[in-house]
């Protein structure tokens, strides 16, 4: 298995490399600032650091070449002018068409998942006001997604610890979430194992530490 890893710098990136080369997967790990990458790529030839722009579509297409699949934990502000989330994934989906991979398992937030009557949790009127702005990005790379007629999985976590897996949390499809928190390293596990079970195709999943 070759994967492709977008957003490979923030806090999820480096676990979704440890998990994926865990199994002994080829890993390109994508990125502006790869250089705290590069000290790994010296003692693997499975683990290829690439610096790139993720709006740049020679770029993302180069770095999707020869690949089986994409994890991607594109980040950014949170203020809603960074639109890394959702051109960035645009741009993804559109150099994986043009490539021939189908695969990809992305990174969003709680705020996109339904309530019991299918509206977006980020619609409620006490949904958290400094949340409106990333939220609507992580719907717009949704939508993006749900459009692709790509066999996508979109992970949609609630707050985000900078700690080790454990493998204790719960992933549950289309449902608002059970808790309040998962760890960096169980969302990663998570995503890097989903990407050979496919058991969420075309899907949101909440996901929380348990």
Same mark, same amino acid.
């Given at each position: 298995?070759?994967?492709?890893?977008?957003?490979?710098?923030?806090?999820?990136?480096?676990?979704?490399?440890?998990?994926?080369?865990?199994?002994?997967?080829?890993?390109?790990?994508?990125?502006?600032?790869?250089?705290?990458?590069?000290?790994?790529?010296?003692?693997?030839?499975?683990?290829?650091?690439?610096?790139?722009?993720?709006?740049? @579509? /020679?770029?993302?297409?180069?770095?999707?070449? $020869?690949?089986?699949?994409? +994890?991607?934990?594109?980040? =950014?502000? #949170?203020?809603?002018?960074?639109?890394?989330?959702?051109?960035?994934?645009?741009?993804?989906?559109?150099?994986?068409?043009? @490539? /021939?991979?189908?695969?990809?398992?992305?990174? $969003?937030?709680?705020?996109? +998942?339904?309530?019991?009557? =299918?509206? #977006?949790?980020?619609?409620?009127?006490?949904?958290?006001?400094?949340?409106?702005?990333?939220?609507?990005?992580?719907?717009?790379?949704?939508?993006?997604?749900?459009?692709?007629?790509?066999?996508?999985?979109?992970?949609?976590?609630?707050?985000?610890?900078?700690?080790?897996?454990?493998?204790?949390?719960?992933?549950?499809?289309?449902?608002?979430?059970?808790?309040?928190?998962?760890?960096?390293?169980?969302?990663?596990?998570?995503?890097?194992?989903?990407?050979?079970?496919?058991?969420?195709?075309?899907?949101?999943?909440?996901?929380?530490?348990?």
């Amino acid at each position: 298995m070759t994967v492709t890893i977008f957003g490979a710098t923030g806090m999820v990136g480096p676990q979704l490399i440890t998990h994926a080369m865990a199994k002994g997967w080829i890993v390109k790990a994508f990125g502006r600032n790869v250089e705290t990458l590069i000290d790994k790529d010296l003692h693997t030839e499975n683990f290829h650091a690439i610096k790139g722009y993720v709006f740049d @579509t /020679g770029e993302v297409k180069n770095a999707l070449k $020869g690949s089986d699949a994409v +994890l991607s934990a594109l980040g =950014g502000g #949170f203020s809603g002018t960074d639109k890394s989330r959702s051109l960035g994934i645009k741009n993804i989906i559109s150099q994986m068409k043009q @490539t /021939g991979v189908r695969r990809i398992v992305a990174l $969003g937030g709680a705020g996109i +998942l339904p309530d019991p009557k =299918g509206n #977006f949790l980020m619609d409620a009127t006490d949904f958290p006001p400094e949340m409106i702005p990333v939220s609507m990005e992580h719907r717009q790379a949704y939508l993006y997604l749900k459009e692709s007629e790509l066999d996508w999985t979109f992970v949609c976590p609630p707050a985000i610890t900078d700690s080790s897996a454990d493998n204790k949390f719960i992933a549950l499809s289309e449902t608002a979430p059970e808790g309040f928190r998962v760890s960096a390293g169980n969302l990663a596990l998570f995503m890097v194992e989903e990407i050979q079970r496919n058991a969420h195709l075309q899907q949101r999943v909440a996901i929380t530490n348990i």
